[in-house]
């Protein structure tokens, strides 16, 4: 049985980094590490405009049925998508690369299509890679909902609720599920920032006073940083990430929460003490 212990969020970046598209032709490899955002005023990200353009390509050839509906494609070009979902969708762009030169290999083509098109022209080990680094990517909570999924996220949360969405969510659920102290932090908790701007997760634990943040912000990428309590408020209280990196930069004051119900999760002290038993 897989569990937040076993299947850290560290190992699903690693997922993302390593995907393995199935086509008729063979096994072509790509990587999910790119931040993508709808808002792409967020931390200087492109935002998804050309992203969407493509998507609608797809959509136009009758494409969303191998994407696995139009909720799939919609995600793999909105920063939503699992690593199964991109697998499944870079192997539908393979399976309908040839109806999509034929129909946007023209002048008239916007040219986020025609880039699609450069692209799919090229036929080689690395053209699923290429299409996904131009196209594809991940958003902050499409990161962190992906994984808690797996481990049954609290008040059925996923990767197309915001950072406003998940606090207030867990906030109904009452202040036990807000951590108080730096050792109570577990494996696979949120962190989301006070402004409500952004989300990341609990990696392993260093050592006291010091956290591990996967996230994805600027990048998909985890960091290690010192942490502390700044207030104390019973219902939720908020920490300070010491110089944190990606989308943490511009609101480093968090609140750090239970997310997932998924069991065999273990706290930072206990991981200090016998990590990994």
């Known amino acids: 049985m897989t569990t937040i212990v076993?299947?850290?969020?560290?190992?699903?970046?690693?997922r993302y980094a390593n995907l393995t598209v199935e086509t008729d032709d063979g096994t072509f490899s790509a990587t999910i590490d790119e931040y993508r955002c709808v808002k792409k005023f967020t931390f200087g990200a492109r935002g998804c405009d050309d992203a969407l353009d493509v998507k609608d390509g797809f959509l136009?050839?009758?494409?969303?049925?191998?994407?696995?509906?139009?909720?799939?494609?919609?995600?793999?070009?909105?920063?939503?998508?699992?690593?199964?979902?991109?697998?499944?969708?870079?192997?539908?762009?393979?399976?309908?690369?040839?109806?999509?030169?034929?129909?946007?290999?023209?002048?008239?083509?916007?040219?986020?299509?025609?880039?699609?098109?450069?692209?799919?022209?090229?036929?080689?080990?690395?053209?699923?890679?290429?299409?996904a680094r131009e196209f594809m990517g991940l958003d902050c909570n499409g990161f962190v909902g992906n994984y808690l999924k797996r481990f049954s996220p609290l008040g059925g949360l996923g990767p197309q609720h915001d950072p406003g969405q998940w606090y207030k969510t867990i906030k109904t659920l009452g202040?036990?599920?807000f951590r108080k102290q730096v050792s109570e932090f577990?494996?696979?908790?949120?962190?989301?920032?006070?402004?409500?701007?952004?989300?990341?997760?609990?990696?392993?634990?260093?050592?006291?006073?010091?956290?591990?943040?996967a996230q994805s912000g600027g990048?998909?990428?985890?960091?290690?940083?010192?942490?502390?309590?700044?207030?104390?408020?019973?219902?939720?209280?908020?920490?300070?990430?010491?110089?944190?990196?990606?989308?943490?930069?511009?609101?480093?004051?968090?609140?750090v929460m239970r997310a997932a119900t998924g069991a065999n999760s273990v706290s930072a002290s206990a991981f200090m003490q016998n990590p990994y038993d």
């Open 6 to 14: 076993s299947f850290p969020p560290y190992s699903m970046i690693d």
């Open 60 to 131: 136009g050839l009758g494409a969303a049925r191998d994407f696995g509906g139009a909720v799939n494609l919609v995600d793999c070009f909105t920063g939503k998508a699992s690593p199964e979902t991109f697998e499944q969708g870079l192997a539908a762009v393979y399976k309908h690369r040839r109806a999509f030169i034929a129909k946007y290999d023209n002048s008239r083509s916007s040219e986020p299509r025609r880039r699609g098109v450069g692209i799919l022209k090229s036929v080689d080990a690395g053209m699923l890679a290429r299409f």
């Open 175 to 177: 202040p036990v599920r």
């Open 186 to 213: 577990q494996i696979g908790d949120a962190l989301v920032s006070t402004v409500k701007a952004h989300i990341g997760v609990i990696d392993e634990p260093t050592m006291p006073g010091m956290v591990d943040i």
């Open 219 to 255: 990048r998909l990428f985890y960091s290690s940083h010192d942490i502390r309590p700044t207030t104390a408020k019973e219902d939720s209280p908020t920490f300070l990430i010491d110089h944190p990196d990606g989308g943490f930069g511009g609101c480093p004051t968090v609140w």
